[in-house]
């Protein structure tokens, strides 16, 4: 049985939908949980509610150990006050998914600046302000774990979501440098990309929504945030049921020896389209350094 039993979580968004479903499993299982959010509406914009206060104190109902935080993450302040809870209250921190979330999905043309701001600052920069005073925390004490939540609509693109979907893709490329930065310090750094009937898509999912229940999305997250967790730089897609793993990867592809015939000229890209694309044979580094040895015995050859 996987226990979270002496760790330290910091779940931000967690009042309502996966959040709240993250804290309350690894509470059930030994966490002490800060569990941050400020209530705001799906847009981001200021509401009276107090989800992170009843999702605190239904786990202490409950037996287990949990606090509530009100900071957005999307300031540095916030950021690290969310942090600065769990130090407080519980010592340390071992334990962090970045889940808070909002949308101002708009037509690319129809995009005005301050969506994008609004849609950047909570996923995208929130991510920053909060991860960087955990990992500092994790790097001292030489353990952590770390969820990013990217989204099918950045991973593969959904019309009306530009701000989003490039949000979320960069949450991708901060974990891929993360997982570098983080390994010698056993820092796991993974992302999941849920699908999952909450607020936030109870109007698109259609009659799939009966089966995307929110809670089957946490014994995958909290999966990643367990010792026993073996991977780190992974991309897992999750819903209902299903778990599957995105990943990039690199076909073999078109190669003209740079030292002969003149190099690669346009008409020989033109001519090689199929080559460059065709997935027979691909691999996924998993590094720069990976992929530039994968270069060079063509290079030097
Ligand atoms: P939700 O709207 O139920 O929960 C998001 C929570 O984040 C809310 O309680 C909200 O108050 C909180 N939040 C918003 N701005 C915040 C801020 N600045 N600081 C701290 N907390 C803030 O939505 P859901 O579906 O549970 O979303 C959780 C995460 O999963 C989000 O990052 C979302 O983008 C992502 N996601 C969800 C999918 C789904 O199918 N539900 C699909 C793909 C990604």
């Known amino acids: 049985m996987i226990s979270f039993t002496n760790r330290v979580a910091v779940i931000t968004g967690a009042g309502r939908g996966l959040g709240a479903g993250y804290a309350r499993l690894l509470a059930s299982r030994g966490a002490a949980v800060v569990v941050n959010d400020p209530g705001v509406a799906s847009d981001g914009t200021a509401t009276e509610a107090t989800p992170a206060e009843e999702v605190a104190a239904e786990i202490r109902a409950a037996g287990g150990m949990a606090v509530a935080e009100h900071s957005s993450v999307a300031t540095p302040e916030g950021g690290a006050a969310v942090?600065?809870?769990?130090?407080?209250?519980?010592?340390r921190v071992d334990i962090l998914i970045n889940n808070a979330g909002i949308l101002r999905d708009k037509a690319f043309h129809n995009l005005e600046w301050p969506n994008l701001d609004a849609v950047l600052d909570v996923h995208l920069r929130g991510a920053f302000y909060v991860t960087q005073p955990a990992f500092r925390a994790m790097r001292a004490q030489g353990y952590g774990r770390i969820v990013l939540t990217a989204s099918n609509a950045g991973i593969l693109g959904n019309f009306g979501q530009a701000n989003y979907g490039a949000a979320k893709m960069g949450l991708v490329g901060l974990m891929n440098v993360l997982r570098h930065e983080g390994a010698k310090y056993d820092i796991k750094v993974n992302t999941v990309a849920p699908v999952a009937r909450t607020r936030m898509t109870e109007e698109?999912?259609?009659?799939?929504?009966?089966?995307?229940?929110?809670?089957?999305?946490?014994?995958?997250?909290?999966?990643?945030c367990s010792a026993e967790c073996a991977v780190n730089g992974d991309v897992w897609s999750v819903a209902g049921g299903n778990v599957s793993r995105f990943f990039i990867g690199r076909t073999a592809g078109y190669f003209k020896h740079p030292g002969g015939e003149g190099g690669l000229t346009v008409e020989?890209?033109?001519?090689?389209?199929?080559?460059?694309?065709?997935?027979?044979?691909?691999?996924?580094?998993?590094?720069?350094?990976?992929?530039?040895?994968?270069?060079?015995p063509l290079l030097f050859s």
């Not at 942090?83 to 010592?91: R, T």
């Not at 698109?204 to 990643?224: Q, S, T, W």
């Not at 080559?275 to 060079?296: D, H, K």
Request: no cysteine.
């Open 268 to 296: 020989d890209v033109a001519g090689h389209v199929d080559a460059i694309r065709a997935e027979a044979g691909y691999t996924v580094p998993g590094s720069v350094q990976e992929e530039l040895q994968g270069m060079a």
């Open 204 to 224: 698109i999912l259609g009659p799939a929504a009966a089966r995307l229940d929110p809670e089957a999305v946490a014994p995958v997250v909290a999966y990643f």
């Open 83 to 91: 942090v600065q809870k769990a130090l407080d209250e519980f010592g």
